[in-house]
């Protein structure tokens, strides 16, 4: 899990195909291993790079089609490298009612950008998530690998002011 | 002697701030040249105190919170430290004996027995504290027994499907296979949940316990916990777990002495809500797209890789070890009708004392909201709760005196599901709570069957089609759209393959059924949603 204990902005984005590679055959005979690979692969690069998608089909045998539509399934796994920050925003039931749909309008005013987009200067990925598991402290966010709880708008300024001054 | 203090690592204490308040008081302690041992312990479940700080005196565990790292300084100054008196609990933040929090008090853990007392990493706590004598016991009787204790116990799968855990273990004991497999479902994904987590995060010795009792019974060898990647403090606290219980041979081979062999790991899903349906996970930890599969055949006779396979929640299988250390009829004690046991209840959304509450089946929902739950956090009056996640019904006010049972639920159209409970006031619009319905089953939707994939979406239109006529137009054919919607409930409930596309109508009509107005229609407009 090294590459997971990394904030986003640490990740290295370069595309190695040797490294997907050697990912690829050191997990390919563990049952189940498409979703292992994917994992380390992402927790590597931070995102499934688009060309490591027919090394892991060469290496499981199976066709880019089928790797693909496995990446593609689950939100978790991107295509595309992130932002230097990753806000994922919780947007279920219990934070709804402690004005979710108020905080994801603030939030999406105050980053110029909605859900699934990163901004143009490529600081910040807003994301969706359903349940973050923290409803008794609603409404909660991850910003990179750290949860927070009763985040209100003006906590969420103070999270980014402390993100754009670079401190944590 | 040196002080205890504890700070939980819980995901939510951490979500505000545990970690500088302890960080906080360690430095405070090396500053006064204070031997302290500080403690990571699970939370107790009383979130509006997090971060609770607690200390050992003589008289029992003190607690203090919610405790920011500024007021760290005017604890040490209150001698919050001293074993043998109250001293410090004379401070602002000083809650009393943790024992005696009436929140606490007046529950009945058996579940979470050990959460927030012991160290989630020691095993010798977790032994010291009864753990490992649920296994002692299964391994000291046949496999037949086994299943006998759980059925005797009435245990019904926590997860949100209430299926008798006994006959699930039963029937893959009874299969015959070169391979059988133990799955424990911790992909708690309802909003308005996070007792698998607290578990997982506050206890994980229980829940390997509980999932090597069940590889004893059915003579599985490989177990794999699939859990949900939102949960990362739950994957490192598990994996940890996982290793001191093979290097005391908890797990491997000939586990606690014992000529089985059981083989455990953690794997994570991806952010999908459809992988908690168990045939979905199954999909997934095979490597594959997270699809519902087709039953019968049931995972109990063909699950992983076509293996017979227990899936059991996470709160089910963490409970195996006091029913078998105490025996079926013990558990089975507790409860109502044919709810068994006890319920880790989850109070979350609008409510002031959210948190962890088990109590046997029984206990209404008034108790629960208002008593242990205080209202709600805005102080605004309750309008709605939504009771079992997403795809739980809504309640109004008026029908709070509703008992937690699954035959009671049933009977007024809602599901008790993983037991969490989200709590609105009346600022909430049901209208737009039921259309939410219908768009969360379209973003997690895995796409298998139609009604689910199709009648989604639909429905959001629907909903939308219906506000704008009730709303604002008032022209266009709204008995035409409402007999729309009705006929696309219909289908999704009956003609979906699984619970998400199945149970998508309950919030929906429990929405219009309890709340028309929010639609602007009036009772009568919706007598026909029951």
Request: hydrophobic content about 40%.
């Amino acid at each position: 899990m090294d590459g997971s204990e990394l904030p986003m902005n640490q990740k290295q984005n370069g595309f190695d195909p040797a490294a997907v590679e050697a990912i690829a055959a050191r997990l390919k005979d563990r049952p189940g291993a498409l979703m292992l690979i994917l994992h380390e692969v992402q927790d590597r690069f931070g995102y499934v790079p688009r060309d490591g998608v027919p090394i892991i089909a060469h290496a499981l045998n199976l066709s880019r089609a089928e790797v693909h539509g496995v990446v593609t399934f689950y939100h978790d796994f991107r295509h595309d490298p992130p932002g230097r920050n990753v806000i994922r925003l919780c947007r279920a039931e219990s934070c709804q009612a402690m004005g979710a749909v108020a905080l994801a309008e603030h939030v999406r005013g105050r980053l110029g950008v909605g859900f699934g987009e990163t901004t143009r200067d490529g600081d910040f990925t807003l994301e969706a998530v359903y349940c973050l598991g923290n409803c008794g402290c609603s409404p909660a966010m991850v910003l990179n690998d750290e949860l927070y709880g009763r985040v209100s708008p003006a906590r969420f300024d103070e999270l980014l002011a402390e993100r754009r001054e670079g401190r944590r | 002697m040196s002080a205890t203090v504890y700070v939980p690592r819980d995901s939510s204490a951490l979500s505000l701030g545990a970690d500088k308040v302890a960080a906080a008081i360690a430095d405070e302690a090396a500053r006064r040249n204070i031997d302290l041992r500080l403690v990571r312990n699970g939370s107790r479940g009383m979130f509006w105190l997090e971060p609770m700080v607690e200390v050992l005196t003589a008289p029992g565990r003190v607690a203090y919170g919610p405790v920011a790292p500024a007021d760290v300084p005017a604890l040490f100054d209150s001698g919050f430290l001293d074993f043998d008196s109250l001293a410090g609990g004379k401070h602002r933040l000083g809650l009393g004996l943790t024992e005696e929090i009436a929140y606490l008090k007046r529950q009945e853990r058996l579940t979470f027995a050990r959460v927030g007392i012991v160290d989630p990493l020691s095993l010798e706590d977790y032994v010291a504290h009864g753990g490992y004598r649920g296994l002692a016991r299964a391994l000291s009787i046949s496999a037949e027994k086994i299943v006998e204790e759980i059925t005797e116990s009435g245990l019904r799968g926590r997860g949100g499907a209430g299926f008798p855990a006994g006959i699930k273990w039963r029937t893959t004991q009874q299969a015959v296979a070169r391979q059988k497999y133990i799955v424990c479902n911790a992909d708690e994904g309802d909003s308005g949940t996070f007792s698998d987590r607290m578990i997982m995060e506050g206890d994980p010795f229980v829940l390997i316990e509980g999932t090597t009792i069940a590889a004893v019974c059915a003579g599985a060898t490989q177990g794999y916990i699939y859990l949900r990647s939102e949960y990362p403090h739950a994957l490192r606290t598990l994996n940890e777990a996982i290793g001191t219980a093979y290097r005391r041979g908890y797990l491997g081979e000939k586990i606690a002495g014992s000529a089985h062999t059981f083989n455990l790991e953690v794997r994570l899903g991806a952010g999908a809500y459809i992988c908690g349906e168990e045939t979905a996970m199954l999909e997934s930890l095979e490597g594959k797209r997270g699809m519902v599969r087709y039953k019968p055949p049931v995972p109990a006779i063909a699950g992983l890789f076509g293996q017979p396979t227990i899936v059991n929640n996470v709160v089910s299988l963490a409970t195996v070890p006091v029913i078998l250390e105490r025996g079926g009829a013990f558990y089975k004690d507790y409860g109502m009708g044919r709810s068994r046991g006890t319920l880790p209840i989850q109070l979350a959304g609008n409510v002031k004392h959210p948190g962890l509450v088990e109590k046997a089946f029984g206990v209404t929902l008034r108790d629960l909201v208002e008593d242990y739950g205080g209202g709600t956090f805005s102080g605004r009056p309750l309008r709605a709760v939504q009771v079992g996640g997403p795809l739980g019904a809504y309640f109004p006010e008026s029908m709070l005196d509703l008992p937690m049972d699954y035959e009671a639920f049933a009977a007024k159209k809602g599901i008790v599901g993983h037991g969490g409970i989200v709590v609105f006031d009346d600022t909430v619009d049901l209208a737009r709570q039921a259309r939410w319905a219908f768009e969360f089953c379209a973003i997690e939707s895995c796409g298998k069957c139609t009604p689910c994939r199709i009648g989604s979406t639909r429905g959001a239109e629907v909903v939308d089609r219906i506000l704008r006529i009730s709303r604002t137009t008032r022209t266009g054919d709204r008995a035409a759209a409402m007999g729309l919607l009705r006929d696309l409930c219909d289908t999704m409930t009956y003609g979906s393959l699984c619970a998400l596309g199945g149970l998508t109508p309950l919030p929906v009509l429990s929405a219009l059924r309890h709340f028309p107005e929010d639609f602007g229609l009036s009772r009568s407009d919706v007598a026909w949603a029951g």
